[in-house]
């Protein structure tokens, strides 16, 4: 993936991580579902993930092509946070300035273009309604 048109903004619906054991375990979970679908992912299936200590964990990393929104894996990044198992499960500050650093280097390696919100394109709750407003305030201040 040479181009990238944006990046889609996902939650994991699993258990929420505050430590870096619950992290490693989390993205255990993630792959292993992902490799045992009906029909299966080749590998984990996001460009990142991040978590409410603030941690990045690289995924398929960048301008490879990935598995997460259905018809545009090929032209777009996924940036996955960790957790949305439960409406209580909140994104903290750090997992927000953890999405902003993505989306920032997202801009400087392909260009000034948009988060989108699963929910844009599938009818499911992810990312959920903090990360939803998240993108939407974002694209708001990069569109003025
Ligand atoms: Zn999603």
């Not at 992912?41 to 398929?60: K, L």
């Not at 499960?89 to 390696?109: I, Y």
């Not at 990312?127 to 201040?141: H, I, K, M, S």
Request: aromatic share 12%; glycine share 10%.
């Amino acid at each position: 993936m040479t181009e990238s048109q944006g990046a889609f903004v996902h939650c994991s619906a699993g258990r929420l991580v505050e430590d870096e054991e619950d992290a490693i375990a989390a993205l255990r979970a993630v792959k292993n579902w992902h490799l045992n679908k009906p029909r299966p992912f080749r590998d984990f299936g996001y460009s990142f993930a991040f978590d409410n200590t603030a941690t990045i964990w690289e995924g398929r990393g960048w301008g490879v092509a990935g598995a997460h929104t259905r018809g545009y894996n090929t032209h777009f990044h996924g940036f996955m946070w960790l957790g949305g198992a439960s409406l209580d499960h909140k994104p903290s500050q750090g997992a927000l300035d953890a999405l902003g650093f993505l989306a920032e280097e997202h801009a400087r390696r392909y260009g000034p273009d948009l988060l989108r919100c699963h929910n844009d394109v599938a009818r499911k709750s992810c990312p959920g309604p903090e990360l939803t407003a998240f993108v939407r305030d974002w694209n708001a201040l990069k569109l003025t």
